[in-house]
């Protein structure tokens, strides 16, 4: 039960994966978790980004279980909300704060490429359960043959029989496990759930549910500045860094290798913004005398930009093509 997370807001339910979080106010008495659920149960509800961060408690409540089901108290943070409208960016992160108790998180983590028709398994809490009942859903499927892991969002289809009830339709049933963590065997956690594609009568005859690999969240959250991760084997450690002061110190990179090697690839992952870096391809860095100096979370990317007379401009270049030939021929 502790790997879940019920999500809640004024009329919808969803739930969402706890993971240990470091955090700079990290002391003997409180520990951090970072919890991760879907974004569009706050868009569905119209509640505007501003206010949610502004006061994220008037807006979404959690409920965190020990083992004994019993509530645990929490403390919000932060709280993360993306700008994206993509299908696999449709997450958002709230870092909560738990004094004098630890959860007990048993199971591990992969970004291997699942194989197709692998079994998974995924529960969380159904939307129609509400209020003080904590009772959750356990379903499995296996992965679909179509799934392709250089997408950020898969499918896989449930094989378990959850109709127990006829007057429910599966919108009822299913609504509340998107968020949901994707587990496969061994109780390794893969990704989590993103939606499930309705009909227009509510139903889902084909029993598909798409979700969103674990490597991509966790790549969109750190490329969004709200936290920085590493893996290790079957674990994962976590750093929530957003709204924390950057240290000024400078990160000095040696890369030894031919010209298109990816020398400048490699440097410029380090940047938040690396996208918009035009500093790399087909050796173009090694054939230039240009020093980058890169900002590894500047927010707003900016450039500095010198202008020149066409005279000044000439006799700039000429000192630079005879300081480089000096060099080469001392």
């Given amino acids: 039960m502790t ?23 990290s002391n ?4 951090f978790y970072i919890v991760i659920s879907s974004l569009h149960l706050l868009w569905n509800n119209g509640i505007d980004k501003e206010r949610i961060l502004e006061n994220v408690e008037d807006y979404i409540m959690l409920d965190i279980f020990d083992p004994n089901y019993n509530r645990i108290e929490y403390s919000i943070e932060d709280v993360f909300v993306g700008d994206s409208l993509l299908k696999e ?30 079994r998974v398994e995924t529960y969380g809490f159904p939307g129609i359960i509400t209020g003080e009942t904590i009772d959750k859903i356990s379903l499995c499927g296996e992965l679909e043959l179509l ?20 007057d429910l339709k599966d ?3 299913l609504e509340g496990l998107s968020g949901s963590p994707v587990f496969t065997e061994n109780n390794t956690l893969i990704g989590i759930n993103q939606s499930i594609p309705y009909l ?7 029993k598909n549910i798409y979700f969103i690999t674990l ?26 860094i957003m709204g924390t002061p950057i240290s000024g110190e400078d990160l000095s990179i040696l890369v030894i290798g031919g010209s298109g090697a990816g020398k400048s690839t490699f440097i410029k992952s380090f940047a938040l913004n690396n996208d918009q870096i035009n500093s790399s391809g087909d050796g173009q860095t090694t054939r230039t005398e240009i020093e ?11 450039v500095e930009v010198t202008f020149y007379s066409k005279d000044d401009f000439y006799k700039t270049d000429c000192q630079a093509k005879c300081d480089s030939s000096s060099e080469k021929d001392s």
């Fill in 3 to 25: 790997n879940i997370v019920r999500v809640s807001t004024f009329n919808s339910t969803a739930t969402g994966i706890i993971l240990p979080c470091q955090f700079e106010k």
């Fill in 28 to 31: 003997e008495d409180t520990n």
């Fill in 89 to 118: 960016d449709d997450v958002f992160a709230i870092l909560v704060g738990i004094k004098n108790f630890t959860l007990t998180l048993n199971h591990n983590i992969s970004f291997e490429e699942p194989l197709p028709k692998q």
């Fill in 147 to 166: 799934s392709n892991f250089k997408n950020a969002v898969l499918t896989y289809r449930i094989t378990d029989d959850y109709h127990h009830y006829s």
């Fill in 171 to 173: 919108y009822q049933i």
């Fill in 200 to 206: 227009e009568n509510e139903g889902n005859p084909f």
């Fill in 215 to 240: 490597k991509h969240v966790m790549n969109y959250l750190r490329e969004s500045g709200c936290i920085i991760y590493e893996q290790l084997g079957t674990a994962l450690k976590i750093r929530w």
């Fill in 292 to 302: 980058y100096k890169l900002t590894r979370y500047q927010k707003k990317p900016k």
